[in-house]
Nanobody
């Protein structure tokens, strides 16, 4: 079973940038859609972005559109989330996930089979 490991989190000032990475432990990474989710303190898990396997379409929650970019490098079994112009509301534990969600569920946890342990992102001055 594929295992995912996130990295790249940390403490950043408002307006700063971070790039999160999600490395898959096996070569099936290319067969799956990629998603990023986050959980802020005291809040539920929230969809952030997805990169659909079929067609390479990308999807973002409204609050990160224009600031975050999801991408992948299948040769490296790695997914990315480039986060720019961060603000304190982006503070959360970020999780990557892979799977085969149907289009109508790509913004939910349904269909994502594999999950990482998460990486903390803190935006504070």
């Amino acid at each position: 079973q594929a295992q995912l490991a996130e990295s790249g989190g940390g403490l950043v000032q408002p307006g700063g940038s971070l790039r999160l990475s999600c490395v898959a432990s096996e070569g099936t990474f290319a067969r799956y859609s990629l998603g990023w989710f986050r959980r802020a303190p005291g809040k539920d898990l929230e969809f952030v972005a997805a990169l659909r396997l079929s067609g390479g379409y990308t999807y973002y929650t409204d609050s990160v559109k224009g600031r975050f970019t999801i991408s992948r490098d299948n040769a490296k079994n790695t997914g990315y989330l480039q986060m720019n112009n961060l603000n304190p509301e982006d503070t959360a534990v970020y999780y990557c996930a892979t799977g085969v969600p149907i289009l109508s569920a790509i913004r939910t946890t349904q269909g994502y089979r594999h999950w990482g342990q998460g990486t903390q992102v803190t935006v504070s001055s």
